[in-house]
C-alpha cells in the first residue's frame, strides 16, 4: 500500500510537470480519467506495467530506472523533481552511454518484463 500511496505523488507531480491534466494522461494511457485520479490517489493499486508506461509516455524513464533500482520511493519524490536533478540529467542524458550500463539495464529489463 506504501508503495500505491508515494508511486501515485510521483505520477501526479510528473504529470503536472508536463502540464497535462488527467483526462490528457488518461487518453495518452488509454485509461478512464477516473483510473487516473484514483492512482494518484491511491485508492487503487498500480500495476508495474502502467507505472512504467506512464513515467514512458511523461519521459520520465529516469524516475523508472531509480525506482527498479532500488531507490527509495521516498527519496525519489523528494528529488526528481528538483531544479538541480534535473539540471544534472539534462548533463547525464548528453553523455555517452557505458555499455556496462547498457548491459544493465538490459538485464533487469528482462528479469522485470519491462519494455522502454
Known amino acids: 500500500m506504501m508503495f500505491d500511496i508515494i508511486a501515485g505523488k510521483i ?35 498500480i500495476k508495474t506495467n502502467l507505472y512504467v508506461d506512464w513515467l514512458k509516455e511523461l519521459n520520465r524513464e529516469d524516475i523508472t530506472v531509480m525506482t527498479i533500482s532500488g531507490v527509495p520511493l ?6 526528481a523533481f528538483t531544479e538541480e536533478y534535473k539540471e544534472k540529467l539534462k548533463v547525464v542524458k548528453n553523455k555517452p552511454i557505458d555499455p556496462n550500463i547498457i548491459e544493465k539495464v538490459n538485464k533487469l529489463k528482462k528479469e522485470f518484463d519491462i519494455e522502454f
Open 11 to 45: 505520477l501526479r507531480k510528473a504529470r503536472n510537470e508536463a502540464g497535462l491534466t488527467q483526462e490528457d494522461m488518461a487518453e495518452k494511457l488509454n485509461y478512464h480519467t477516473s483510473v487516473i485520479s484514483k492512482i494518484e490517489n491511491a485508492t487503487m493499486g
Open 74 to 79: 521516498e527519496t525519489i519524490l523528494e528529488i
